[in-house]
């Protein structure tokens, strides 16, 4: 249990840091926002994935995980720029 919300943590922090990267959100963005954005990635990447039968699902430490919560995190994060007015295409 303790081990699942560690790896989570960590998937999402990485993915979350990625996501603001290339969305540009990073300097505005804490470590706990991008931990937050990462792991609601994860489900978001994996939500999409599922309905796309492509699969992926954020299983561990590794890039499969990494991969989908960053796709996951960077979908978020234009949704919300776009809610915003200040997503560019």
């Known amino acids: 249990m303790l081990a699942n919300i560690i790896i989570w943590i960590v998937v999402g922090a990485i ?10 959100t990073n300097r505005g963005q804490s470590l706990g926002e991008d931990i937050i954005v ?15 039968n492509v699969g992926g699902d954020v299983s561990g430490i590794n890039l499969v995980s990494i991969v989908v919560a960053f796709f996951g995190a960077v979908v978020l994060l234009f949704v919300m720029k776009a809610a915003r007015g200040t997503a560019q295409v």
């Not at 993915?15 to 540009?24: D, H, N, R, Y």
């Open 15 to 24: 993915a979350g840091w990625l996501a603001s990267l290339v969305m540009k």
């Open 38 to 52: 990462g792991i609601v990635g994860g489900f978001v990447g994996g939500f999409i994935l599922d309905i796309l």
